[in-house]
């Protein structure tokens, strides 16, 4: 099982950044997904949850209405479009699955910063 985040880097308060998890190893359509996060020196964080289809959604408070989780089952892939950064976004962005006990990506790196 293989999960590989991409897509992080340096936006500006306000911008927008779509990170992407490319899946592999798995049944990845049979398999809810879901993001976290990390900001530096403090506790990781549940972001937001997809169903097995993309029909059903889940977001934390602090995200919700500027984040849209989604995927792609054709392409094994989950994305995180995230509009209206704050700097209180900033932090690593983990993809995670149950699959196989449990799964994580490596994370990429997400800075909101003027």
């Known amino acids: 099982v293989q999960l590989v985040e991409s897509g992080g880097g340096l936006v500006q308060p306000g911008g927008s950044l779509r990170l992407t998890c490319a899946a592999s190893?798995?049944?990845?359509?049979?398999?809810?997904m879901f993001w976290h996060r990390q900001p530096a020196g403090r506790e990781q964080e549940w972001v937001a949850t997809?169903?097995?289809?993309?029909?059903?959604?889940k977001y934390a408070d602090s995200v919700k209405g500027r984040f849209t989780i989604s995927r792609d089952n054709g392409k094994n892939m989950v994305y995180l479009q995230m509009d209206s950064l704050k700097p209180e976004d900033t932090a690593v962005y983990y993809c995670?699955?149950?699959?196989?006990?449990?799964?994580w990506g490596q994370g990429t790196q997400v800075t909101v910063s003027s």
């Open positions: 995670h699955t149950w699959a196989r006990g449990g799964t």
């Open positions: 190893g798995f049944s990845f359509s049979e398999y809810y």
């Open positions: 997809i169903d097995t289809i993309g029909n059903s959604t």
